[in-house]
């Protein structure tokens, strides 16, 4: 059970929905390294991508030169940043880090979850599934990885220079063409296009980069399948 007189990090949107992170020690490091006090395993996280630490009787964050930045409601952190009751701090584009004060009493308010996809991915398989369809043989590594980037945007535009860095290790982004990048993305229509031919889920946004559109199922729908955030 979570001790409400400390202060908590809550995770709203990652792959661990709901756990709390008690902020019980002078100085918590978040980042992909597990050595961090909250390990991200994720490629867009920084081994020690931010911080959060006390100073007298309020909470700081600070960004520690991540490359994909840390965000706080929505803004880019800038310098160290005092922390108020239901702050949200945003860790690259895949994680949101609700805080809560030690003496917030008062029920949280989360983002409801969306309603269930048609097509979802089961990241431990690399699987994709449109219903109980399974694309077979699987997305090759990188078309996988553009599917999840596009998935985790949820609707966003992702611009050509994230699908460079999400997808391409650092030592091949410089040599990334446009020409790649586009080939990239008409091979994973083509194979979305094996389980569903009748939708076109990845749209092109002129001038900005793409967006995923999904099919949304009944939300009375079950599924153990979750997406990766």
Avoid at 22 to 45: K, N, T, Y
Avoid at 126 to 132: C, D, L, N, W, Y
Avoid at 133 to 160: I, K
Avoid at 161 to 189: H, K, M, P, T, Y
Wanted: charged fraction near 30%; hydrophobic fraction near 35%; charge should be negative.
């Amino acid at each position: 059970m979570l001790n409400r007189e400390t202060a908590m990090l809550i995770l709203q949107r990652g792959n661990q929905t709901g756990r709390g992170y008690p902020l019980d020690q002078a100085e918590i490091i978040i980042g992909r390294s597990p050595d961090c006090d909250i390990f991200l395993d994720d490629r867009q996280v920084s081994r020690r991508h931010a911080r959060v630490f006390r100073e007298g009787d309020r909470y700081l964050v600070e960004d520690l030169g991540s490359k994909n930045n840390t965000h706080l409601n929505g803004r880019d952190l800038a310098g160290i940043t005092p922390l108020q009751d239901g702050d949200e701090i945003q860790i690259a584009l895949r994680f949101k880090l609700a805080f809560v004060d030690a003496e917030q009493t008062a029920p949280l308010v989360f983002e409801q979850p969306p309603r269930i996809p048609v097509l979802h991915l089961e990241p431990d398989a690399r699987q994709v599934f449109v219903g109980e369809r399974t694309l077979n043989p699987p997305l090759s590594l990188p078309q996988y990885r553009l599917l999840e980037l596009l998935l985790d945007a949820a609707g966003g535009v992702v611009s050509r220079d994230e699908v460079i860095r999400c997808v391409w290790s650092e030592d091949a982004e410089e040599g990334i063409s446009e020409q790649a990048i586009d080939a990239l993305v008409r091979r994973l229509r083509e194979r979305l296009a094996e389980l569903d031919p009748g939708h076109a889920y990845v749209l092109t946004v002129r001038g900005h980069g793409f967006r995923f559109q999904n099919r949304a199922a009944d939300s009375s729908t079950q599924s153990t399948t979750s997406v990766k955030s």
